[in-house]
């Protein structure tokens, strides 16, 4: 079956280290996102990428860094400039020229200690 | 995008009808609105989206009003699954206004017994 896998499902780090969580997705889906999620709050953009080798800022990329190299592929950096890091992340995919729902994958829940 | 206003929490007796209301006043000609869940700890699920016509699917049904100002999810018998945080996003498709989904606080739906 298509999807998106995040890996790993939970994650500890100390703080001051980098960190990159994994997303991989074999739906041929052009663009992919990065979203963070607070407790109690709602999905915020990190990074998303409409083609391979391109992408953009969302609204909280500071902190963070991506890549595209491969079109199955978009892991996340998270670096020590991230000043709380700690949250849920979710990777999430999507055939943008076409009408269509995203589809998401079941996230990394970073704790930084 | 437009934004939308949900209600932070809304409760439903399993086996009744949920409905689920949004406004989007500022929607424009070329926005769909879109409805995603998510249950506890998961990623989003896309449930459905529409542009003008009231849409159905095996999950849900999407009645939007005459002047596209709001809309309301139904979920015609609810069970206790179906607890979960609703969101109503509303976004233009394709082209150029790639899809960024801007993800508010949405509805706490809760199901009872």
């Known amino acids: 079956d298509g999807g998106i896998t995040q890996s790993p499902k939970y994650l500890f780090r100390k703080e001051g280290q980098n960190v990159t969580l994994s997303c991989e997705q074999n739906l041929n889906h052009d663009a992919m996102y990065w979203y963070r999620q607070d407790p109690g709050q709602g999905l915020r953009l990190i990074y998303y990428s409409q083609i391979v080798n391109d992408f953009q800022k969302g609204d909280i990329a500071e902190g963070y860094s991506v890549s595209r190299e491969k079109k199955e592929s978009f892991p996340l950096t998270v670096t020590s400039a991230q000043k709380n890091p700690t949250a849920f992340y979710l990777c999430?995919?999507?055939?943008?020229?076409?009408?269509?729902?995203?589809?998401f994958g079941s996230g990394t829940r970073l704790t930084v200690v | 995008d437009a934004k939308t206003t949900q209600p932070p929490s809304m409760d439903c007796a399993e086996g009744r009808a949920a409905n689920l209301p949004c406004n989007h006043s500022t929607i424009s000609g070329n926005e769909y609105v879109y409805w995603y869940r998510q249950i506890h700890s998961q990623g989003p699920q896309y449930i459905i989206h529409g542009l003008k016509n009231n849409e159905t699917n095996e999950m849900a049904s999407l009645i939007i009003t005459e002047d596209r100002k709001s809309s309301t999810l139904i979920l015609p018998h609810a069970t206790l699954r179906d607890t979960a945080v609703y969101y109503c996003i509303v976004r233009a498709a394709g082209g150029t206004s790639y899809g960024k989904l801007t993800f508010g606080q949405g509805t706490i739906l809760t199901v009872h017994p």
């Open positions: 999430a995919s999507s055939q943008d020229r076409i009408v269509g729902g995203y589809t």
